[in-house]
């Protein structure tokens, strides 16, 4: 088969497009026919191997995957040949107290396709049978690998970690960023209410249309300023962190008193700095959070079926432009998933 694959870290050069052996599916698996496979920054840091080296070379990247099912392993019932699919990118060891308890993503050998173990840029991937779902209905094949590492993190974080309530107010960095145009939809759709911070009025316009009843331009804005003017300086109930070190401080002190900062990433930098007075004298809560559990993906899927939660392509190219679709990424310019297709053949 035709697949894009890393031989050592570096730049997007390092991507290469090269035949390889195709992967046979175990007595559990689902081997798919990748039809589109959507870009998260986790793509480029195992390319770079920031902050250390995390996979084995040579390596298949790609998490969010969508695709036909192509054969299926003796003890998988739930699908068959030419079924439209989506995977869950997370991957437990499926016999562990958390993974049977549902948690699968706190599973000491949790993993993630693309990461731990070969991933989507490729014709075909093999992955567990209890992480191939139908695909949701009326989406391209585009549209469904949009959906599921960025969708279910929002989820987790909002709804499971930080317990986002009707009446209260979310700020949410990166806007134009994946994850960030998922949690703008998140909050509306559960009551509450949403400022989004971005950078540029073409990403804030982007940020209205999807749902946020307030835009910050950080470009142009002081972030702090706007959120206690927006909430009668009382503060916000919950931030959404993902940015790191270039947004913590003010994250920190955007909230209200008893407010939680969920966070799930750090694209700038680990280490940030917390003024401890503000945690114990305003009983702040800070919450980190990473990926969800399986039925989590589940919970929201009706939810994008009913068109209430939409994922967002900026751009689709051919898998064999790979590299190219790495840089568009790093400049950070796209509001919207950039997505590869593999060829038919």
């Not at 993993?111 to 391209?140: C, F, S």
């Not at 585009?142 to 009707?166: C, I, S, Y």
């Not at 509450?192 to 946020?212: D, F, M, P, Q, S």
């Not at 114990?280 to 039925?295: C, D, E, P």
Request: positive net charge; proline residues 6%; aromatic residues 6%.
């Amino acid at each position: 088969m035709w697949a894009v694959r890393i031989h050592e870290h570096g730049g997007p050069e390092v991507l290469r497009w090269e035949r390889v052996q195709p992967p046979v599916p175990r007595a559990d698996e689902v081997l798919v026919r990748v039809r589109a496979v959507a870009l998260n920054h986790l793509d480029l840091w195992n390319r770079r191997g920031l902050p250390r080296p995390m996979v084995r070379l040579p390596h298949i990247l790609g998490s969010d995957i969508a695709g036909q099912v192509a054969a299926v392993g003796e003890l998988v019932d739930h699908v068959k040949p030419g079924d439209e699919v989506i995977l869950n990118p997370g991957v437990g060891c499926g016999r562990c107290r958390e993974c049977l308890s549902g948690r699968d993503n706190m599973c000491r050998e949790y993993t993630i396709l693309g990461a731990g173990r070969p991933g989507g840029y490729a014709q075909y991937v093999t992955a567990p049978g209890v992480n191939v779902i139908p695909k949701p209905k009326g989406l391209t094949f585009a549209e469904a690998a949009a959906l599921p590492l960025v969708f279910l993190t929002a989820w987790h974080m909002l709804k499971t970690r930080a317990r986002l309530q009707p009446g209260q107010t979310v700020l949410v960095w990166g806007a134009g960023h994946a994850v960030g145009r998922a949690a703008i939809q998140m909050p509306t759709m559960l009551g509450a209410r949403v400022i989004a911070a971005t950078g540029g009025e073409a990403k804030a316009a982007r940020a209205r249309e999807l749902g946020a009843d307030h835009v910050i331009d950080y470009k142009s804005e002081n972030v702090l300023e706007r959120v206690r003017e927006l909430t009668g300086r009382r503060g916000v109930d919950v931030v959404f962190e993902h940015v790191g070190q270039a947004t913590w401080e003010t994250s920190v002190k955007a909230l209200a008193a008893g407010g939680r900062l969920v966070t799930c990433g750090n694209t700038t930098g680990w280490e940030a700095q917390t003024d401890l007075r503000y945690v114990f004298a305003r009983q702040l809560n800070i919450l980190g959070s990473y990926m969800g559990g399986k039925g989590e993906l589940l919970e929201l899927l009706p939810w994008v079926e009913a068109g209430r939660l939409r994922p967002v392509v900026h751009a689709v190219l051919p898998l064999q432009e790979a590299a190219e679709a790495h840089r568009i990424l790093e400049a950070g310019l796209q509001f919207g998933k950039v997505v590869l297709e593999p060829p038919a053949d």
